[in-house]
């Protein structure tokens, strides 16, 4: 039964992340490029992105606990599989850590925003929608390739 849940709360989480990271870059900030006023359309992108990156920080570690979890009562570490777990844990360490990143240029730009810096503001988060956004979403897909993939096996 807990086994369920736990895997249950495990793919909830990805696709929450990587789910998210899907519709602020393919749906919203497209949206928010027709926003001609920069001042607006910086604030609104801030704001945004904000509440998407709170949103996954519980969902974040809920992946980390789980994937341990199951890792650890599969013995995926010992195992035949085990280039497919650390494969899969190396992508969401990376992911992870360009998560921090961006979290932290977010928040320096906010407070930049909120000092009206507006081009230093702007210049903190510029690589996220077109380079940084897109890593992860990239490597997001491909560890939920790897775990379907391991719960196939």
Do not use: D
């Not at 190396?90 to 320096?108: G, P």
Request: proline fraction near 3%.
């Amino acid at each position: 039964m807990y086994s369920h849940v736990v895997v249950f709360l495990h793919v909830l989480s990805a696709f929450v992340w990587v789910g998210g990271m899907i519709a602020i870059r393919v749906a919203v900030h497209p949206v928010l490029q027709s926003i001609e006023e920069p001042k607006i359309k910086l604030g609104k992108t801030l704001e945004i992105t904000g509440r998407l990156f709170h949103l996954v920080i519980p969902f974040i570690v809920t992946l980390l606990a789980t994937g341990l979890m199951m890792a650890i009562s599969s013995k995926g570490h010992h195992g035949e599989l085990k280039s497919f777990f650390l494969s899969k844990e190396s992508i969401w360490t990376v992911m992870t850590l360009n998560f921090s990143y961006m979290y932290i240029q977010r928040l320096r730009a906010w407070n930049l925003f909120k000092e009206t810096k507006f081009s230093e503001a702007k210049a903190k988060v510029k690589h996220i929608p077109n380079v940084l956004l897109p890593l992860n979403i990239g490597l997001g897909i491909v560890a939920l390739w790897l775990g379907v993939s391991l719960r196939g096996l």
